[in-house]
């Protein structure tokens, strides 16, 4: 099993500030497989970024994945008041598995 | 504008069976692998498995042995059955339709149904 491993467990940033989050899996991951997810109190997450770099429909462009191996990254440029939530990581291979997710709350 | 909508009893007891319905509107079954995903309290989220048209499916190794994901396509819908459940399966259960070209991913969810075990 791939385990993913987020960091940090809590982000603590204002408005207007660039958000780093990391993913690491305990095997390397396709970088095909490597999906992030938002995910706000009581709904479901919200695909934001696929293909370790790809934006999902509808996404704002302040959103940025990167990475590939076993290390992959994802930043928010300008944090927007929309965006503090809870962000997973998750790879998509034949047996998928989940990060534990980091949260970005307000400063 | 696909949308799942899901549905199912959210008490059971020890022992009983979990079933959940996930109807999707806006959109064919065909084409993609339709998911269910759970997230225990506190915990990280859990894929549990998932099914095609063909009705090829998928299931995590460690709940194999209690789940049967179904499909309906006369009505659009997708069915997940857990038996003998414990506590350890309280969580907020989500069906997902999966793109399972290139890139996988999750594409749209529906809105989770919260599922506690107790006696």
């Known amino acids: 099993e791939v385990v993913l491993t987020q960091s940090p467990d809590t982000l603590s940033l204002s408005p207007g500030e660039r958000a780093t989050l990391s993913c690491r899996a305990s095997h390397v991951v396709s970088r095909n497989y490597l999906v992030w997810y938002q995910q706000k109190p009581g709904q479901a997450p919200r695909l934001l970024i696929y293909g370790a770099s790809n934006r999902a429909t509808g996404i704002p462009d302040r959103f940025s994945g990167s990475g590939s191996g076993t290390d992959f990254t994802l930043t928010i440029s300008r944090l927007e008041p929309e965006d503090f939530a809870v962000y997973t990581c998750q790879q998509s291979g034949d047996s998928p598995t989940f990060g534990q997710g980091t949260k970005v709350e307000i400063k | 504008q696909v949308q799942l909508q899901q549905w199912g009893a959210g008490l059971l007891k020890p022992s009983e069976t979990l079933s959940l319905t996930c109807a999707v509107s806006?959109?064919?079954?065909?084409?993609?692998?339709w998911s269910w995903i759970r997230q225990p309290p506190g915990r990280r989220l859990e894929w549990i498995g998932d099914?095609?048209?063909?009705?090829?499916?998928n299931y995590n190794p460690s709940l194999k042995r209690r789940i049967t994901i179904t499909l309906d396509t006369s009505e659009n819908q997708f069915s997940l059955k857990m038996t003998s459940v414990t506590a350890a399966d309280t969580a907020v259960y989500y069906c997902?339709?999966?793109?399972?070209?290139?890139?996988?991913?999750?594409?749209?969810w529906g809105q989770g149904t919260l599922v506690t075990v107790s006696s």
């Open positions: 806006g959109g064919s079954l065909s084409g993609y692998y």
């Open positions: 997902a339709r999966k793109y399972s070209g290139y890139a996988r991913r999750l594409d749209h």
């Open positions: 099914i095609n048209h063909s009705r090829n499916t």
